[in-house]
């Protein structure tokens, strides 16, 4: 439980992710925003990941919670993504081409991707 009386598993983060800027939002229980964080994109599959695991991370700590205490990580993202298997691809603004970003298959640490 945070100061502020949120529990685990009430917590859920958004993630804008573009060709100039990853923007994330903490969001409690009843969708009210906790933290924002901006962080420039950086190009290519290696580049867009981190981008994103350093915004989770940073929101994480902003709101004195863990990654496992998150509901889940929503991101919307420009190009195609596979509903089966959550990779991305042509996302020409990210310089992610064919199938380079396999959202389901992150194997950072702290990450638990689902399907």
Do not use: F, Y
């Amino acid at each position: 439980m945070t100061a502020d009386g949120h529990a685990a598993g009430e917590w859920s983060i958004g993630l804008d992710i573009g060709g100039t800027k990853v923007l994330g939002v903490l969001l409690d229980d009843e969708a009210g925003v906790r933290a924002t964080v901006r962080v420039p994109t950086r190009l290519g599959t290696e580049g867009v990941v981190a981008a994103a695991a350093e915004v989770v991370q940073r929101l994480c700590a902003a709101g004195g919670i863990g990654p496992a205490d998150l509901t889940g990580v929503g991101a919307g993202v420009p190009g195609l993504v596979d509903p089966v298997t959550g990779e991305v691809s042509h996302a020409l603004n990210l310089d992610i081409h064919d199938r380079g970003c396999g959202w389901r298959r992150c194997s950072r640490p702290g990450c638990r991707a689902s399907r």
